[in-house]
């Protein structure tokens, strides 16, 4: 379990973009977690960063601090955990976070609800048309536009090099 509790610790410094070194102090907490309890490295690793990303910061305000309180009071398991990551990891969706929907979202001055039928003020809807597969097609067949010929491409190129290059001598020469 040694390797077990080196790769999550591996993750949270990935995660907080601390060295390793920083997490020393929780090293034996997670050794004794990855033994005894019922975690998985990954779901532990899981677990945390969701934890250090989107909880409170407890204790002194230290990220490490933080982490060592959380680890003291983790749950016996991943499967007794409610936390979004875990029952994420289990195969459980979750509805959204309350800090990532817009109250009133869709709702705004030129936005209707399913329940308000019919076209939108001032503009006709496909029901003038009777359906969208009788909607009126373009008169006009599409016009191909013909391609340059390769020659043109390149004059042009070597066109714009040369203003270019006559552009950057003559703001030399007068920054001299």
């Known amino acids: 379990m040694t390797l077990a509790a080196s790769q999550v610790i591996t993750v949270l410094a990935n995660a907080m973009r601390r060295p390793t070194s920083d997490y020393l102090a929780i090293y034996q907490k997670l050794r004794v977690i990855l ?13 945390l960063v969701h934890i250090i990303t989107t909880g409170v910061l407890v204790g002194d305000g230290d ?17 007794d955990c409610n936390c979004r990551a875990c029952l994420e990891n289990r195969g459980i969706r979750t509805g959204p976070t309350p800090g990532s ?43 191909s536009i013909p391609r ?29």
Do not use: C, F
């Not at 033994?35 to 677990?47: G, K, R």
């Not at 990220?63 to 499967?79: K, Q, T, V, Y």
């Not at 340059?148 to 920054?175: C, K, N, V, W």
């Open 35 to 47: 033994e005894e309890d019922s975690w998985e490295p990954v779901e532990l690793a899981l677990h």
């Open 63 to 79: 990220e490490i601090d933080n982490l060592s309180w959380r680890l003291d009071r983790l749950p016996r398991a991943s499967a």
């Open 101 to 143: 929907t817009v109250p009133n979202q869709g709702r705004g001055r030129y936005t209707r609800t399913a329940k308000e039928k019919g076209p939108a003020p001032g503009r006709p809807g496909w029901e003038a048309y009777g359906s969208r597969a009788a909607r009126p097609e373009s008169e006009a067949p599409p016009v």
């Open 148 to 176: 340059p010929p390769l020659e043109a491409i390149e004059e042009a190129a070597r066109a714009g090099r040369a203003h270019a290059q006559m552009a950057s001598q003559s703001a030399a020469d007068g920054a001299a």
